[in-house]
Nanobody
């Protein structure tokens, strides 16, 4: 059983940056590919970015490409999402998630086995 705890959300102005972190415990972190998803009010949860267990491959949504960077530190059991050039449409609750196998990047939320509780990101115009 893996527990995931996100942090780093907050209020930022358009064009600003935030760095989200997700700390994992209770499992072998290297067994999992990690992903970030987000959900805005009244909308479905959507894929943001994902990374394989060994940092060898990353994938991101078109909306995040060129602005958001996912990374992980297996020594610290953490995965991060650096978000730059933020826009009001990035406002959402951001969730980190874990899936197996660790070599497979998934974009669908139903591929992920474990979820954090989410952290709110609000971008003001």
């Amino acid at each position: 059983q893996v527990q995931l705890v996100e942090s780093g959300g907050g209020l930022v102005r358009t064009g600003g940056s935030l760095r989200l972190s997700c700390a994992a415990s209770g499992g072998t972190f290297r067994d999992y590919a990690m992903g970030w998803f987000r959900q805005a009010p009244g909308k479905e949860r959507e894929f943001v970015a994902a990374i394989t267990w060994d940092n060898s491959r990353r994938n991101s949504a078109d909306s995040a490409a060129g602005r958001f960077i996912i990374s992980r530190d297996n020594a610290k059991n953490t995965v991060s999402l650096q978000m730059n050039s933020l826009k009001p449409e990035d406002t959402a609750v951001y969730y980190c998630a874990a899936k197996t196998p660790g070599w497979s990047i998934g974009k669908a939320s139903n591929e992920y086995d474990y979820w954090g509780q989410g952290t709110q990101v609000t971008v003001s115009s």
